[in-house]
């Protein structure tokens, strides 16, 4: 068995666990909603043009890499990436990597981990987990989504890592090789912190940011006029991607919640970064308010208030956009 010691930490959401599982293990400690905050992955975008099952694409967070490569550009961590053009050097370069003792991260898709209950697997190809060793036939990994580690066989990992569809991993492996001897936390939470409000508010996009969420707010209610299996479908789909794909929208509002209180606490409990904690906190008990309220229709024999749904959505903007000015008033004194 090829395995190096290495500690599992159960996370909300796949890639900032990953990262800050990795970054942990080379000495910097980081929580996940810390990771979660310096990547600047707190968004909203609404792409119709972009399907994914059929229906326009709805995000809550950057898109998949981006928390890696944008922590690790803010805390200037070096982290090399290898994709590769078939499995073959993708499984050799992977158990190469192990033998040299390193923790490896992987995309791979959720659908063909064996490990994951069948309920839970669905077409999602940029789940990331660490594999960590390897034990005859089967991979040691620690995903962060679970409580314990577990094991996979080589087989099944590989198949999971070069899967095709949008966003194939084709093979993605990452792992640290250099980390900085010091970090001016309190320097990189001010910038990202502003750079995130900055872009809710401000992004000249109408698919992005506050507008983007108003966007799909107008979607929602030209739904009265379309076919009402579809329209059905549609409104299913918002509540899926909010809720199970990834940690969901409400999911991500906590997480960057509990982030502005851990800033806090490093500026002497900053008022201003407790009180928007709290406002994201109830902006994310409003975006799943939402989801309920959409479920509640689509299960009722009564016909669906579309207008009630693009008004509950507008709500959700303006509660966001208030947490965005309290963030901007922030000077980090």
Same mark, same amino acid.
């Not at 979660?36 to 995000?59: E, H």
């Not at 993605?172 to 250099?178: F, M, N, P, R, S």
């Not at 000015?325 to 004194?333: A, H, T």
């Given at each position: 068995?090829?395995?190096?010691?290495?500690?599992?930490?159960?996370?909300?959401?796949?890639?900032?666990?990953?990262?800050?599982?990795?970054?942990?293990?080379?000495?910097?400690?980081?929580?996940?909603?810390?990771?979660?905050?310096?990547?600047?992955?707190?968004?909203?975008?609404?792409?119709?043009?972009?399907?994914?099952?059929?229906?326009?694409?709805?995000?809550?967070?950057?898109?998949?890499?981006?928390i890696i490569k944008t922590l690790c550009k803010?805390?200037?961590?070096?982290?090399?990436?290898?994709?590769?053009?078939?499995?073959?050097?993708?499984?050799?370069?992977?158990?190469? +990597?192990?033998?040299?003792?390193?923790?490896?991260?992987?995309?791979?898709?959720?659908?063909?981990?064996?490990?994951?209950?069948?309920?839970?697997?669905?077409?999602?190809?940029?789940?990331?987990?660490?594999?960590?060793?390897?034990?005859?036939?089967?991979?040691?990994?620690?995903?962060?989504?679970?409580?314990?580690?577990?094991?996979?066989?080589?087989?099944?990992?590989?198949?999971?890592?070069?899967?095709?569809?949008?966003?194939?991993?084709?093979?993605?492996?990452?792992?640290?090789?250099?980390?900085?001897?010091?970090?001016?936390?309190?320097?990189?939470?001010?910038k990202n912190i502003k750079k995130t409000a900055?872009?809710?508010?401000?992004?000249?996009?109408?698919?992005?940011?506050?507008?983007?969420?108003?966007?799909?707010?107008?979607?929602?209610?030209?739904?009265?006029?379309?076919?009402?299996?579809?329209?059905?479908?549609?409104?299913?789909?918002?509540?899926?991607?909010?809720?199970?794909?990834?940690?969901?929208?409400?999911?991500?509002?906590?997480?960057?919640?509990?982030?502005?209180?851990?800033?806090?606490?490093?500026?002497?409990?900053?008022?201003?970064?407790?009180?928007?904690?709290?406002?994201? +906190?109830?902006?994310?008990?409003?975006?799943?308010?939402?989801?309920?309220?959409?479920?509640?229709?689509?299960?009722?024999?009564?016909?669906?208030?579309?207008?009630?749904?693009?008004?509950?959505?507008?709500?959700?903007?303006d509660m966001e956009s208030k947490v965005y +000015?309290?963030?901007?008033?922030?000077?980090?004194?």
């Open positions: 068995m090829t395995a190096v010691k290495f500690d599992h930490s159960y996370s909300a959401h796949c890639e900032s666990g990953v990262i800050s599982s990795l970054l942990r293990h080379h000495g910097i400690n980081l929580s996940e909603p810390m990771v979660f905050g310096l990547s600047n992955a707190l968004t909203f975008a609404y792409l119709p043009f972009v399907k994914m099952g059929g229906m326009p694409l709805i995000a809550y967070r950057s898109i998949p890499r981006s803010n805390l200037k961590v070096k982290m090399k990436m290898e994709t590769f053009s078939n499995r073959e050097k993708g499984t050799k370069r992977l158990d190469e +990597l192990l033998a040299q003792g390193k923790v490896v991260g992987c995309q791979t898709s959720v659908f063909w981990l064996p490990y994951f209950p069948e309920d839970m697997r669905f077409h999602f190809n940029a789940h990331n987990l660490i594999v960590y060793g390897k034990d005859e036939n089967e991979y040691l990994i620690s995903d962060p989504v679970f409580e314990n580690v577990v094991r996979c066989e080589c087989s099944a990992l590989t198949k999971a890592r070069f899967v095709k569809g949008v966003m194939a991993p084709k093979g993605l492996l990452y792992y640290i090789t250099e980390t900085p001897e010091e970090i001016d936390y309190k320097a990189v939470i001010q900055k872009m809710m508010l401000k992004t000249p996009v109408p698919i992005a940011g506050l507008k983007g969420i108003k966007l799909l707010s107008k979607s929602t209610l030209k739904l009265e006029q379309k076919d009402e299996e579809y329209a059905r479908l549609f409104l299913g789909h918002i509540v899926r991607m909010q809720e199970e794909i990834g940690t969901g929208g409400a999911g991500f509002r906590f997480i960057y919640a509990s982030f502005l209180q851990e800033a806090s606490e490093l500026f002497d409990n900053d008022q201003t970064l407790q009180e928007a904690s709290q406002m994201m +906190l109830e902006t994310g008990d409003n975006w799943r308010n939402f989801a309920l309220l959409i479920a509640k229709s689509i299960r009722s024999k009564k016909e669906i208030d579309y207008r009630r749904i693009a008004e509950k959505l507008l709500e959700v903007a +000015l309290k963030m901007l008033e922030f000077n980090g004194q």
